[in-house]
């Protein structure tokens, strides 16, 4: 619903009509928001579509009546929508998978650091693009912070969201949670330790739930640090040094958001403009702002949402020359 808004709203100020498809698993709350923004528009102008069959995206998406594509989600969707558009130039802005790197220095605000990591669990369990998975750890607290990371983990309360207290929902669908559970059976496969999680509680019976879960002594070529998992799945990495913590950050194929640990202001300076990544927040798990550009490098994404740049993605620029 947020990522909608963030959309129609710069969309409706440069004058265009809107046509909104969403997610097929999870339509009701940006159906809602579609109907309270056309209950005060004239009709027509915002337009929603909604089901689960492929063709209705790809009819969007190749009709000669929609001049610009925005669209948030798989970077496999992604590549799919720009090879269409391509054909006929139709712009695009993409927002689309990401890997990030959560980079902890040992001088690091160790409780500040710690409540960032953990935020990868209880945001949408795990099932956001801006996630920290990628836990990028000095190795001289490495065992230490790990061990704190598990702790953590063992008073996440996990439900029905709706119950008081309960900070980790379920998982989208039982697909996703499959999903997940592949990549988590493939991370121990490949010789990372499970220091907590991997299963589904066994007080939930039901509902797409599983714990979380925690990966140490993973090395940046493993599948669990390469892949966007989508779930509460986090892979522990140690480096050495602030070189090593650049290059293994930036060693992904994508490059949405990272996250940045230190009491150092010029390291984090530093290290944050060495980060090839749309956003970098330093000593923060969150912090997003509306006038700010939200986007990607390498397969995240094309163009930027937010503020000014998102006036520029949803309008055409014109040069009029008038001679008297």
């Not at 693009?129 to 309360?157: K, M, N, W």
């Amino acid at each position: 619903m947020t990522n909608c808004a963030g959309k129609i709203g710069p969309a409706l100020a440069c004058g265009n009509t809107v046509v909104v498809k969403p997610a097929p698993v999870d339509p009701l709350g940006v159906g809602a928001l579609c109907r309270i923004v056309d209950g005060v528009l004239p009709p027509g102008v915002l337009n929603f579509v909604c089901g689960s069959a492929p063709a209705i995206g790809e009819a969007l998406v190749e009709s000669p009546d929609v001049d610009m594509i925005s669209f948030t989600g798989s970077t496999a969707v992604g590549l799919r929508i720009q090879e269409s558009a391509a054909r006929s130039l139709k712009r695009t802005l993409l927002e689309l998978g990401g890997k990030s790197p959560q980079i902890v220095f040992a001088d690091a605000d160790r409780d500040a650091a710690l409540r960032g990591a953990a935020q990868v669990w209880t945001f949408h369990s795990g099932q956001i693009c801006i996630a920290g998975t990628r836990l990028l750890i000095e190795q001289s607290i490495y065992d230490e912070f790990t061990a704190a990371l598990v702790e953590r983990a063992r008073t996440i309360t996990i439900g029905d969201p709706r119950e008081r207290g309960v900070v980790m929902g379920p998982l989208v669908s039982a697909a996703q949670r499959e999903r997940v559970e592949r990549h988590i059976a493939q991370g121990v496969e490949e010789g990372a330790v499970l220091a907590c999680g991997g299963k589904r509680p066994a007080h939930l019976k039901r509902g797409w739930y599983v714990e979380p879960t925690l990966f140490t002594r993973a090395t940046n070529t493993m599948t669990v640090a390469r892949e966007e998992i989508f779930g509460p799945v986090i892979t522990a990495i140690p480096f050495r040094d602030e070189a090593e913590a650049i290059a293994l950050a930036n060693d992904s194929d994508y490059g949405l958001y990272a996250y940045l640990w230190t009491r150092d202001r010029a390291r984090g300076t530093r290290v944050a403009r060495a980060l090839r990544t749309g956003t970098v927040q330093v000593n923060s798990a969150s912090g997003m702002h509306p006038d700010a550009p939200f986007g990607g490098y390498k397969r995240s994404g094309i163009g930027r949402d937010g503020g000014a740049w998102a006036l520029a993605a949803y309008s055409e620029t014109k040069y009029i020359g008038w001679t008297a």
